[in-house]
């Protein structure tokens, strides 16, 4: 092969190798806020004891009240792995949208998910009343398995996640290694009306778990602008 040919080659692909690093480099990133989980979980309900004392009634409750799902809606939830069923314990995607801490979405994979995903499906696809009012602004994360302390020790947890939208890279999200609530405050996203969003989350650092690789995920939910 005629030597500068070969040195063009070399060149070009320095070239294509120089330019996908400038690419990443460029992502912006931007670190979750520490939250507490007594400003995002109430109870269900509250009575007075004879004493006239307010006790709590029911279970905690996620967002409680009115909020941007009164008007915000996710379409679908899918991840490229999942862990299998284990007795009654699902641990799907839908399970980082359900309002439960309890419940959580973890990996599938052998290792600590690295490159795993979920992504968030936002359909206007068909809806004609549609004006393109909502967007998001803020994420609202539980990192791990918020079911039990032991739960969430014992499981990884996301150290870094990658943001896309529709495909296209957009933040890295450094967690925190932390049992309560956090937020990340993101630029106002828009949903534009006849079209669909996906908005997607790569693990690409983790948190090791005390006894397992799996990396989980409890609570990953929006809030934003549009709703009232």
């Not at 990192?143 to 495909?167: C, D, E, F, H, P």
Request: proline content about 1%.
């Amino acid at each position: 092969m005629n030597k500068a040919f070969i040195i063009i080659l070399v060149s070009a692909f320095l070239t294509l190798v120089n330019f996908h690093t400038l690419k990443a480099q460029n992502i912006k990133t931007i670190e979750a806020i520490q939250e507490k989980d007594t400003d995002f979980f109430d109870y269900e309900d509250y009575e007075q004891d004879k004493n006239g004392t307010l006790r709590p009634v029911g279970d905690l409750v996620f967002l409680k009240g009115c909020n941007w799902y009164c008007g915000g809606t996710v379409s679908t939830i899918m991840a490229t792995s999942e862990l299998a069923t284990q007795s009654d314990n699902t641990y799907t995607a839908e399970n980082t949208h359900d309002f439960d801490h309890n419940t959580a979405w973890i990996e599938g994979k052998e290792d600590y998910g690295i490159g795993e995903s979920i992504t968030y499906s936002i359909d206007f696809s068909k809806d004609q009343f549609y004006e393109g009012q909502l967007g998001i602004n803020k994420l609202i994360i539980a990192n791990g398995y918020k079911k039990s302390k032991k739960a969430w020790q014992a499981n990884s947890r996301i150290k870094k996640l990658r943001m896309y939208v529709n495909n296209k890279s957009y933040y890295d999200i450094l967690l925190k290694d932390s049992f309560e609530i956090q937020t990340v405050a993101i630029d106002k996203l828009m949903f534009p009306k006849n079209t669909v969003t996906e908005i997607t989350f790569e693990i690409r650092e983790v948190y090791e778990g005390a006894i397992y690789k799996d990396t989980a995920l409890s609570l990953l939910m929006f809030d934003g602008v549009g709703v009232h």
